[in-house]
C-alpha cells in the first residue's frame, strides 16, 4: 500500500485491530501486562507495533495486541494521569507499566483491584525495587479517580488521546468535523470483506456467510453494480480461517473505502478497461488493491513496491488469489530503473502518506507520527506523481489516493500538481472520505476509514 515508511518514523502496526482485551485466557494478567509495557514503551521510542508484535512469543501475542490496542487508545489520557500522579517521569518500562494500567483501569475491561494486582506481580518480576512506587500509584488512581479524571478533561490530548499538532491540523482542514473525526478514531473498526467475483457473485458468498452463521440469516447483500465495491461487512472481526473458502481465494479482508480504488479505475473512462490494457500498480503492497484490479479484468498489470520483503507479501496475495501480475522491488520516483519504455494505459497511486485515515486499525499511528512528517512526506507524493505521469499514454488515467483524512496529503497535493502540469485533467472523483461519514450508503454498517481519492486523466496534444 505504501512504497515506503514516512521518513523520520517507522511504518504503523500492519495488524487488524483486535476485540476487547481478553481476561487473559490460559495466561496471567501479569505477563501479558509485561508484554503490553515492552510494546507501548516501544512505540513511544518510534517502533511500530507490528515489529514488536512480531518479537512476541506465539502464545503471548494475541493478548498483548489487544491490551496494546486499548492503551494506545488511551495514551494521551494515560500520560497525563501519570504526570499528575508522578511528575518525574521513571525508567521507561516502568513509566510504560504506570500507563498500560492507568489507560486499562480508565475503561471497563478489568476490575481496579486486579490490575494493581496484576501490575504489581509484573513490577515485581521485571522491575522488584518499582513495584512499591506501582502499587502506591495506582492504588491513589482508585481512591482518586474521579477528581483526576476531572483535572485532565481540560487538556486535549487527554481527552482525545492525540498529539496537539494532529487535533491542531484535524481543526484547520475540517472544522466541522474534527471532533467527530478524532471520536471515531477510538471506534473499534468492521471487518470488512471483498469477494473475488472470479470465483463467484457477492450475493453467493453472501449466502455462504449466513450458513456458516458469520451474518445474520435476515441479512441482505449489497447491491452489485460495475464501477463501484460491494463491501461485506461483518458484525464481528473472525480469524481468516473462519471465512468460507478464504484459502481458496474465495474472499479477502479489505476495508470498504479501499474497494473503492480499483473499480474507479478500471471503470474512469466510462466502460472497463479493455483486456490486455497495461496497468501499474505503483506502490502495490501489500497487494489488495493489485489483487482487486486483476479481479475486475484480463489487465496486464505490474505490480511496484520498493520494498522487497513487503512486495512478498503481495506474490501471496496473488497465489491465494489464484491470479497474477508481474511484480518489481523498486523506487516508483525513479522510473529510470525499471521502465520499459511502453506507456501505461491506468496508473494506480496508492501512495506513501501519514495513515492518518486508518487509525481506527492501527492505533500506533497516531504516537509514531511527528508533524513534520507530513510535509516531508507531501514532499515524496509531488516527486512521485511528477514522476509517474510521462509513464502514462495520452487519454489514459491515473487514481492518486492516500489514507489520510489530512488535506496537505489530498486536495491540496492534486492541486498543486494540476497547477504545474498542464496536460492534465481532473475527472469525478470521491475527493476526501472522513471516517466519520457513511459515504457507501447510509445506515450500512461498513463505513470505511479516511481515504482521498483524485482521477486525472492525461490530455491528448492539442486537445
Given at each position: 500500500m505504501r512504497q515506503t515508511p514516512p521518513p523520520s518514523r517507522p511504518r504503523p502496526s500492519a495488524s487488524p485491530a483486535p476485540a476487547a482485551p481478553p481476561s487473559g485466557g490460559s495466561l496471567p494478567l501479569w505477563q501479558l501486562l509485561t508484554g503490553c509495557a515492552e510494546a507501548v514503551a516501544a512505540v513511544r521510542e518510534g517502533?511500530?507495533?507490528?515489529?514488536?508484535?512480531?518479537?512476541r512469543p506465539a502464545a503471548e501475542r494475541?493478548?498483548?495486541?489487544?491490551?496494546?490496542?486499548?492503551?494506545?487508545?488511551?495514551?494521551?489520557?494515560?500520560?497525563?494521569l501519570r504526570k499528575a500522579l508522578v511528575p518525574k517521569?521513571?525508567?521507561?518500562?516502568?513509566?510504560?507499566?504506570?500507563?498500560s494500567a492507568l489507560a486499562l483501569a480508565s475503561g471497563t475491561e478489568y476490575a481496579g483491584h486486579t490490575l494493581v494486582d496484576q501490575a504489581v506481580?509484573?513490577?515485581?518480576?521485571?522491575?522488584?525495587?518499582?513495584?512499591?512506587?506501582?502499587?502506591a500509584v495506582l492504588r491513589r488512581f482508585l481512591r482518586e479517580q474521579a477528581e483526576l479524571l476531572n483535572a485532565v478533561e481540560a487538556d486535549p490530548v487527554a481527552r482525545f488521546n492525540h498529539p496537539a499538532w494532529w487535533i491542531k491540523r484535524l481543526k484547520k482542514d475540517w472544522p466541522e468535523h474534527w471532533q467527530a473525526i478524532l471520536m471515531a478514531n477510538q471506534e473499534q473498526p468492521p471487518m470488512t470483506l471483498r469477494v473475488n467475483t472470479r470465483h463467484g457473485s457477492v450475493a453467493t458468498y453472501h449466502a455462504r456467510l449466513v450458513d456458516a452463521g458469520l451474518l445474520p440469516a435476515d441479512s441482505t447483500p449489497p447491491p452489485a453494480q460495475p464501477g463501484a465495491p460491494s463491501p461485506i461487512a461483518l458484525p464481528h472481526g473472525v480469524p481468516v480461517h473462519r471465512l468460507p473458502g478464504f484459502d481458496a481465494g474465495d474472499v479477502s479482508v479489505q476495508d470498504a473505502a479501499a474497494q473503492i480504488a480499483a473499480p474507479l479505475l478500471v471503470h474512469a473512462g466510462g466502460q472497463a478497461l479493455p483486456p490486455g490494457a497495461r496497468v501499474l500498480d505503483a506502490c502495490a503492497a501489500p497487494g489488495g488493491k493489485t489483487a482487486h484490479l486483476l479481479e475486475l479484468g484480463d489487465l496486464d498489470v505490474t505490480a511496484l513496491d520498493a520494498d522487497p520483503t513487503r512486495l512478498a507479501r503481495v506474490n501471496d496475495t496473488l497465489t491465494r488469489l489464484g491470479l497474477r501480475a508481474r511484480t518489481l522491488a523498486a523506487d516508483a520516483s525513479r522510473p529510470d530503473g525499471w521502465w520499459d519504455g511502453t506507456p501505461f494505459d491506468a496508473i494506480l497511486l496508492d501512495a506513501p502518506c501519514s495513515a492518518s485515515g486508518i487509525v481506527r486499525r492501527h492505533?500506533?499511528?497516531?504516537w509514531l507520527r511527528r508533524e513534520s512528517d507530513i510535509a516531508a512526506l507531501a514532499r515524496l507524493q509531488d516527486a512521485i506523481l511528477d514522476a509517474l505521469w510521462?509513464?502514462?499514454?495520452?487519454?489514459?488515467?491515473?487514481?492518486?489516493?492516500?489514507?489520510?483524512?489530512?488535506?496537505?496529503?489530498?486536495?491540496?497535493?492534486?492541486?498543486?500538481?494540476?497547477?504545474?502540469?498542464p496536460d492534465a485533467a481532473a475527472r469525478p472523483a470521491p475527493g476526501h472520505l472522513l471516517p466519520v461519514v457513511e459515504y457507501l450508503d447510509p445506515g450500512r454498517a461498513d463505513r470505511g476509514d479516511g481515504f482521498f481519492y483524485a482521477l486525472l486523466t492525461r490530455t491528448t496534444p492539442g486537445a
Open positions: 517502533r511500530s507495533l507490528t515489529d514488536v508484535l512480531a518479537e494475541p493478548g498483548v495486541q489487544a491490551l496494546s490496542f486499548a492503551v494506545l487508545r488511551r495514551l494521551g489520557l494515560a500520560q497525563a517521569a521513571p525508567a521507561p518500562w516502568v513509566d510504560a507499566l504506570l500507563l506481580e509484573a513490577a515485581k518480576r521485571r522491575a522488584r525495587p518499582a513495584s512499591g512506587l506501582v502499587n492505533p500506533d499511528v497516531r510521462p509513464l502514462l499514454k495520452p487519454g489514459g488515467h491515473l487514481l492518486y489516493c492516500t489514507c489520510s483524512v489530512f488535506r496537505m496529503e489530498g486536495q491540496d497535493r492534486v492541486d498543486a500538481f494540476l497547477q504545474r502540469t
